[in-house]
């Protein structure tokens, strides 16, 4: 029995990122990239957090901008569920 999108219990708030791999089963890497401004210099730098959601029927792919939001640890690594996909990558 899979759960729907209302059923999936999160324990914090949402984020947006893009898809960078989808090679493994029920496995996403998440990208979510920011900008943090430097303490001293004041420059902008581009930063970038990887996460590993959870996607329960392998529905995104490679390229697409999802929603993921915190949840009980799965395994090591994944601590994060996909919740919806935002937009779908354009076919090549």
Do not use: F
Not at 16 to 43: C, F, M, N, Q
Not at 49 to 58: C, K, P
Not at 63 to 91: F, H, L, N, Y
Request: charged share 35%.
């Amino acid at each position: 029995m899979t759960k729907t999108n209302a059923e999936i219990k999160t324990h914090g708030p949402a984020r947006i990122g893009v898809v960078e791999s989808d090679k493994r089963d029920k496995t996403r890497k998440v990208v979510i990239s920011y900008l943090a401004k430097h303490p001293k210099y004041g420059k902008y730098l581009r930063k970038r957090t990887v996460l590993h959601a959870h996607d329960e029927n392998n529905e995104a792919h490679r390229g697409d901008r999802v929603e993921v939001a915190p949840c009980r640890p799965i395994s090591k690594t994944k601590t994060w569920t996909i919740v919806r996909v935002v937009d779908k990558a354009p076919q090549v």
